[in-house]
């Protein structure tokens, strides 16, 4: 029968997704501490520590800058800010944070005061591991050193998709933001990450229930048999 077909998949699929989901945790978590990792080797380097000053006593952020391009290219780092004590933005690797509160308001200041920490975090329209730890230089400055390691869910998604031989996507709140590739839009080719999740009901039972959404989704033209569920790192 179609409902014993039903939890029949609902079964094999949520067994499989649950073990799946353990070992990409362990690989996530495994990213944030070589992260922290590399931010601790950083912070004990003194030509760092000499860019910083430079940046923040006298304005000049060619040193820093080349740093950091330095960084992008050797280790695990996509991006680096400097905050002042406060957490205002004094640096940004990245030309697209212009905002200098854009870290000013999150806990990474408030646990950077503890020790090197990291997190995954979603903001803008990327997923990132972040990590953030106080740093102060012989000169005197104070404040707090963020590197981050994007994470690329459509390259998740597509791993995902090999191992349970079904499509993948990834959801904050109702935005996909990550997508296997052969979830798409009218055969296009396009994936339908950056789409709005169609159900909404979904949100309260996943979120607020906490538990797995089963059904039916149209995506484009095609019908797929789905289960969702709520992966927290």
Not at 60 to 79: E, G, P, S, V
Request: proline share 1%; net charge negative.
């Amino acid at each position: 029968s179609s409902f014993g077909a039903e939890q029949a998949l609902t079964e094999y699929f949520t067994t499989e997704l649950n073990t799946k989901k353990e070992s990409f945790l362990i690989v996530l978590t495994q990213r944030g501490e070589k992260l922290a990792s590399n931010l601790k080797l950083l912070l004990q380097t003194p030509d760092f520590q000499t860019a910083v000053d430079d940046a923040y006593f006298n304005q000049d952020t060619f040193a820093i800058k080349k740093y950091a391009n330095d960084l992008k290219r050797t280790i695990t780092i996509h991006n680096t800010y400097l905050l002042d004590a406060s957490g205002k933005l004094l640096f940004s690797s990245d030309p697209n944070i212009k905002d200098v509160n854009t870290f000013k308001n999150k806990n990474y200041v408030i646990s950077g005061n503890r020790a090197i920490q990291h997190q995954l975090s979603y903001y803008g329209d990327k997923l990132v591991y972040v990590a953030c730890s106080k740093v102060t230089t012989p000169q005197g400055f104070s404040g707090y050193c963020i590197v981050e390691d994007d994470i690329i869910l459509d390259e998740i998604s597509d791993n995902f998709a090999r191992m349970l031989n079904a499509e993948i996507t990834t959801y904050h709140n109702d935005l996909r933001i990550g997508a296997s590739s052969g979830s798409t839009l009218d055969g296009t080719g396009k994936r339908v990450t950056g789409t709005q999740l169609e159900d909404k009901s979904v949100l309260d039972t996943v979120y607020t229930e906490g538990k797995e959404a089963v059904g039916t989704l149209q995506i484009g033209k095609k019908n797929y048999f789905v289960i969702k569920t709520m992966t927290s790192v």
